[in-house]
Structure formats: C-alpha cells, structure tokens
C-alpha cells in the first residue's frame, strides 16, 4: 500500500484559500489520488478526483472554486481551495486507489476551518 502524508489544512476566514499537499510515499504515479472530507457528524465525501493522465473530476459543491492537480515526479497531489466557505470545514483526507490491486490508502487527514 502506499503511505500519504497530508499537510496544508489551518484556520481560514470565509472567501480565503488554503492549498492541501499530500506525498505519497511508493509508486503513485498510475494510481487515482482522490481528496475526501468529512464533517463532524457527516459522511465522509469525495471532493475531487484525479487519474493518473491529469483528468479531473469535481463533486458539485466544490467546482469553480476548487483544484486538484498532481505531480507525479514529486509524488504529491495538490488540492487548491478557493472562495472558501463556512460548508467547507471539515477534515480532509487524501486517498490513493490502485485500480490494479483493488486497493485504497488514506491518510491522516488534515482539518480546515473556514470562520465567518
């Protein structure tokens, strides 16, 4: 499994931004990196998504306001978070899926908080 290290969250005021990182240690290159999110007493949810060839996908509540991007020479995916609302906080967690193994890895998470 590959092992991933988040880091970026903080303490943000609403309309501010926050860029999330995540290293993966071992091979990611081919695997799908997604950002997930979980509130205090919610499910945890995907936030964004993307492959190994830099295709990207976003769930509804965050489009035009998040990206996510990735560098594989680096091992690191990235999660730029814009226009930052109160909604947002929650910790967030990074997650490698192997589509070869059927495996996912997470993280330990990372908390953002959004004040208004």
């Known amino acids: 499994q590959v092992q991933l290290v988040e880091s970026g969250g903080g303490l943000v005021q609403v309309g501010g931004s926050l860029r999330l990182s995540c290293v993966a240690s071992g091979r990611s290159s081919t695997n799908t990196m997604e950002w997930y999110r979980q509130a205090p007493g919610k499910q945890r949810e995907v936030v964004a998504s993307i492959i190994s060839s830099g295709r990207t996908t976003y769930t509804e509540f965050v489009k035009g306001r998040f990206t996510i991007s990735r560098d594989n020479a680096k091992n690191t995916v990235y999660l730029q978070m814009n226009s930052l609302k109160p909604e947002d906080s929650a910790v967030y967690y990074c997650?490698?899926?192997?589509?070869?193994?059927?495996?996912?890895?997470w993280g330990q998470g990372t908390q953002v908080t959004v004040s208004s």
């Open positions: 997650s490698a899926y192997d589509s070869i193994r059927f495996s996912r890895s």
